[in-house]
Structure formats: structure tokens, C-alpha cells
């Protein structure tokens, strides 16, 4: 028996994680309903139905604004954050990565510029060494580190993506409260 399973235009990185999953459970669900009853018109209105139902939790991403500004982190890695400074009046992105060496054992502090021009915002990665505390003899160097993708699902929910010495993927979630942050109209 073929299965026969409409293609669905739903952008699903864009969900929450409870949503996400109601989403996809709602749709198997559906699908096995509707094998089961061999495609009848009722089974496909009724999937028509739950998946405009579920698509209404999807919100779109927000647009890049001054609301996403402050601390973010991901939970799982205790003692590493991000300071994330967006200016739109300028166009620009400013992120400070607290994180640790690749190898461990000591910190590593990473900054980022880019344009806001659409999301995910591109950002240039520079590592900074050779300072000293309070001293204007020491000169520091900056070397070009990698490059890495911000991108926010909601006002409380992003995600940073890096290639440079190592790469990855960290799930962010905001530290500081939302002060004044529009959810959907974004890139």
C-alpha cells in the first residue's frame, strides 16, 4: 500500500520544544488515522484541521531588536554565557563569549561583530591575548578566531552556531529578564 502524506510548509525550528513535540505527535497521529481509514475525506479534513490547530503555536521569529539584549547561556554548560548586544540604529551585532579552551582548563574569551541584515546573524569571532589588567603597556593582539551564526526562535530562545578551533551548537536561553521584546514579525 502506498502512503500518500501531504507535504507540510511549517517551519518547525521556529516552535517551542513543547509545541515541536505536540506538532509532530498530532501528525502521526493523524497519519495512522488516516491509513487506517484509507484516506477518506473525513480522515484528510480532520488532518487538515489538527495541522492548522497545531500551526497556530507556531510563532516566527522574532525581529532583531534592542528586546533581545542582555545575558544568555545554555544550562547544561554552567559557568559559560554570552553577553548579546544588538544596535539596529546602526546595523550592528556586538556578542562577548565566556566559555573555556577547547582543550580545557582555562578561559577563553571570544567577541563577535556583524550586521543585522537578516537572521541568522553572521558574526567574525576574535580572541584577544597578550593584555595586562590596568596597564597601557601591553599592548594586546587579537587573532581571527572563526565564525559563528546567532539566531533567536523567540525573546527567550536562540542559538549559537561556531566553527573556528572546534565547532558546535549551543541552545541558548536568556538569563536576564525580557525588559521589552516583540515576539514574531522577524527574518
Known sequence: M??????????????????????????????ALNHRNHGS???????LFLVLLVGTTVQAAPALQTGLNGTWWNPEQDGQGFVIHLIPDSNQAFVAWFTFAPE???????????????????????????????SPDTVPVNESWGTA???????????????????????LERLTPVVECSEGAGQ
Open 104 to 134: 580545557g582548563g582555562s578561559q577563553l574569551w571570544l567577541t563577535g561583530s556583524g550586521t543585522l541584515d537578516q537572521q541568522p546573524i553572521t558574526l567574525e569571532l576574535t580572541l584577544t591575548r597578550g593584555g595586562a589588567l590596568s
Open 41 to 47: 475525506v473525513l480522515m484528510r479534513s480532520l488532518i
Open 2 to 31: 502506498q502512503y500518500n502524506f501531504p507535504r507540510l510548509f511549517i517551519r518547525r525550528d521556529n516552535m517551542d520544544p513543547a509545541s515541536r513535540e505536540r506538532f509532530v505527535s498530532t501528525i502521526w497521529v493523524a497519519a
Open 149 to 171: 551564526e546567532l539566531s533567536f526562535s523567540s525573546c527567550t530562545a536562540g542559538q549559537f552556531a561556531y566553527t573556528g578551533t572546534s565547532s558546535g551548537t549551543i541552545t
